[in-house]
């Protein structure tokens, strides 16, 4: 005789049945914060590794910095004594064109040997800059300026679309580090285009330099900002550099990166990304 089948209560059913939806919910809601937390732990030291590059690569810029700054200061000494001795010998060349080209020649040299030490003392020098409200326009009016003989000199096209207003920076670095990367594009571009843009956001603002030149190496796009390093002919290799000191003392970033067409003009594009004057006063106070 077979025995009937156990009768199960609905009443129970549906409570079993919300129980494991219940525990269901809160399986998928651990596993979601899980997934968050671990892709948080990710960006964090992806965050840690960076600043540690930084600190770092700063660490050994300072070092640099010292060294090259002692040597720019012996070299300076006995390079006033050339060319006064150059200058005095023109002098009596006067009357001997030869001999005073010869003498021309190495004023000239040690002129270039000045600028030179100039950009090496820039470059190890502390960057202290002096912010206060100026006219974004304006310092990217100037420091198209200060490049219009560079542009005259290559055929060099250049358009700006600037914003006009007020940010927060010291005009006077900042007109610097815009005009060296002009003078990089326009030598860049030759007779093709630099493409000048400047735009305030809420969170931050963003100056950006692109030309039509052949582009940088990918290979070596990691040390273009290094002291000394170039791939010109004639250079020192502290331009980008001293840009790239300017853009940090401004607690910016500055980015490059190779612009394919038609999106871009095929070139190098560097951005300065500095901190908009609302951020930057919320950082200092949470900071």
Do not use: W
């Amino acid at each position: 005789m077979t025995s009937p089948m156990p009768q199960i209560d609905m009443g129970e059913s549906d409570q079993l049945a919300e129980v494991i939806a219940a525990y269901t919910e809160v399986t998928e809601r651990l596993r979601g914060s899980h997934d968050k937390l671990a892709a948080e732990v990710s960006r964090l030291r992806g965050e840690l590794a960076s600043k540690n590059r930084q600190l770092e690569r700063r660490s050994r810029l300072a070092a640099l910095g010292e060294m090259a700054a002692g040597i720019a200061h012996e070299i300076r000494n006995p390079l006033g004594g050339i060319a006064l001795y150059a200058g005095l010998l023109g002098r009596q060349l006067a009357d001997r064109p030869e001999s005073l080209a010869l003498a021309g020649r190495i004023a000239s040299g040690v002129r270039r040997l000045d600028l030179i030490v100039n950009d090496v003392l820039a470059f190890a020098g502390e960057i202290h800059p002096e912010m206060r409200p100026v006219c974004l326009a304006s310092v990217v009016a100037s420091a198209a300026e200060l490049a219009a003989g560079r542009f005259e000199q290559s055929g060099t096209r250049l358009v700006c679309e600037v914003e006009d207003g007020l940010i927060t920076a010291d005009a006077a670095l900042l007109m610097r580090a815009i005009s060296n990367l002009l003078y990089n594009a326009a030598d860049a571009a030759g007779e093709g285009e630099v493409r000048l843009r400047a735009t305030i956001g809420r969170q931050a603002v963003e100056i950006e330099v692109a030309d039509s030149g052949p582009g940088i190496d990918p290979a070596v796009l990691e040390k273009i900002f290094d002291p000394f390093f170039t791939t010109k002919d004639a250079g020192t290799g502290l331009g980008l550099a001293i840009v790239h000191r300017i853009v940090e003392s401004h607690d910016g970033r500055l980015h490059v990166s190779n612009a394919a067409a038609p999106e871009g003009l095929g070139g190098a594009r560097f951005c300065i990304v500095l901190p908009a004057a609302g951020r930057r006063e919320e950082e200092s106070f949470h900071g």
